[in-house]
T-cell receptor, first 111, second 117 residues
Framework: SQKIEQNSEALNIQEGKTATLTCNYT??????LQWYRQDPGRGPVFLLL?????KEKRKERLKVTFDTTLKQSLFHITASQPADSATYLC??????????FGSGTRLSIRP | EAGVAQSPRYKIIEKRQSVAFWCNPI?????LYWYQQILGQGPKLLIQ????????DSQLPKDRFSAERLKGVDSTLKIQPAKLEDSAVYLC???????????????FGEGSRLTVL
C-alpha cells in the first residue's frame, strides 16, 4: 500500500540555521508533491508544489527538491526564524488527483 | 477573498450520539474535500467531491459516516452513531480544479474538533 514517511521526531534548530525536512514515499509514483505548514489549532496552509519533472523549486527562504529515483523530497528553510516553528506536512499526489498527507514533522526554531 | 468556513469549531458528544459538521468552500471552487486528523497524525482523506458528485470515498466508514454536497456548494459531514475513536479534527478543504488533472493547492478551513466521551 502507499506509504509516506516524514521525520517522526521533532526537529530542533538554532535560529539562523537551515532546517531540512525529509519526505519519503513507497509504492507510489506521484506526479507532483505539495508541502503545507500547520500551526496548532489551525488548518494546513499551502507552501509549495513541485512536479515530477522538476528537480528543485524555490520561494523566498524555502526550497524543495524532488528525487523520483530516491522517492524522496527534501524541504529546506534557510535563515530559520522562531516564527517558522510549526508542523510541516508533505502531500504527494498521483495523476488520479488524490492528495494524501504524511504524518508531518514538528519543527522548533530556538532563538 | 473569504476562506473556507467550517462550523461548529468544537463539539463534545457522548458515544452513540450523532453529530454534523458544515463546510462552505471558497466561492467558485469545484472540488471539496473532508479530511480527518487524529492528534499527532497527518490529515486522512475521507471523501472528495467534484461539484456535487463523489470522486473518492474509499476511506469513508460508510456504516456510520455520510457526506453530501448539495447544489455543488456547501457540504455536510455526519457521523451516526459516534465512537470513541472518532475523536479528531475534521478538516474541510477546497480547490479550484478537479479530476485527473488536478494539481490545485488545497485551501483548508480551521477545522471542527470533535470529542467523543
Amino acid at each position: 500500500s502507499q506509504k509516506i514517511e516524514q521525520n517522526s521526531e521533532a526537529l530542533n534548530i538554532q535560529e539562523g540555521k537551515t532546517a531540512t525536512l525529509t519526505c519519503n514515499y513507497t509504492n507510489y509514483s506521484p506526479a507532483y508533491l505539495q508541502w503545507y505548514r500547520q500551526d496548532p489549532g489551525r488548518g494546513p496552509v499551502f507552501l509549495l508544489l513541485i512536479r515530477e519533472n522538476e528537480k528543485e523549486k524555490r520561494k523566498e527562504r524555502l526550497k524543495v527538491t524532488f528525487d523520483t529515483t530516491l522517492k524522496q523530497s527534501l524541504f529546506h528553510i534557510t535563515a530559520s526564524q522562531p516564527a517558522d516553528s510549526a508542523t510541516y506536512l508533505c502531500a504527494p499526489s498521483d495523476s488520479a488527483s488524490k492528495i494524501i498527507f504524511g504524518s508531518g514533522t514538528r519543527l522548533s526554531i530556538r532563538p | 477573498e473569504a476562506g473556507v468556513a467550517q462550523s461548529p469549531r468544537y463539539k463534545i458528544i457522548e458515544k452513540r450520539q450523532s453529530v454534523a459538521f458544515w463546510c462552505n468552500p471558497i466561492s467558485g471552487h469545484a472540488t471539496l474535500y473532508w479530511y480527518q486528523q487524529i492528534l499527532g497524525q497527518g490529515p486522512k482523506l475521507l471523501i472528495q467531491f467534484q461539484n456535487n458528485g463523489v470522486v473518492d470515498d474509499s476511506q469513508l466508514p460508510k456504516d456510520r459516516f455520510s457526506a453530501e454536497r448539495l447544489k455543488g456548494v456547501d457540504s455536510t459531514l455526519k457521523i451516526q452513531p459516534a465512537k470513541l475513536e472518532d475523536s479528531a479534527v475534521y478538516l474541510c478543504a477546497s480547490s479550484t480544479r478537479g479530476g485527473a488533472a488536478n494539481t490545485g493547492e488545497l485551501f483548508f478551513g480551521e477545522g471542527s474538533r470533535l470529542t467523543v466521551l
